[in-house]
C-alpha cells in the first residue's frame, strides 16, 4: 500500500496531523474500509520522520476506531468506525 499522508498544511503534532489525515482520507473515499496501510518503518521512510512517530500516529488512530491491527499482517483502515 502507498498511502502517503499530506501533512503541509497541517498545524500541531506530527502524529495528530498524520492520523487527521489518515480520517480525512478515509471520509473522502481515497482510503477504503478494510485497505491494508504502509508499514510504520515504510511510512516513516517515506515522510522521512521517526519510526515512533508513526507508531504514535497509528495508535492514535485505532483509539479513535480509524484502523484495526492484526498480528502478523498489517494495520488495516476499520471495516466500521467504532
Known amino acids: 500500500m502507498d498511502w502517503t499522508p499530506t501533512l503541509k498544511d ?11 489525515a489518515l480520517d480525512a482520507d478515509i ?13 510504520h518503518r515504510a511510512l516513516a521512510k ?6 515512533t512517530t508513526v507508531t504514535r500516529a497509528y495508535t ?3 483509539e479513535r476506531g ?4 492484526r498480528v502478523g499482517q498489517g494495520t488495516f483502515v476499520a471495516e466500521s468506525r467504532a
Not at 471520509?27 to 508499514?39: F, K, V, W
Not at 517515506?46 to 519510526?51: E, T, V
Not at 480509524?66 to 491491527?69: I, R, V, Y
Request: aromatic share 2%.
Open 10 to 20: 497541517r498545524a500541531g503534532p506530527v502524529y495528530l496531523a498524520i492520523a487527521d
Open 46 to 51: 517515506a515522510l522521512g520522520i521517526d519510526l
Open 66 to 69: 480509524l484502523t484495526d491491527a
Open 27 to 39: 471520509a473522502s473515499g481515497r482510503l477504503r474500509r478494510g485497505q491494508q496501510l504502509p508499514t
Open 60 to 62: 492514535e488512530a485505532r
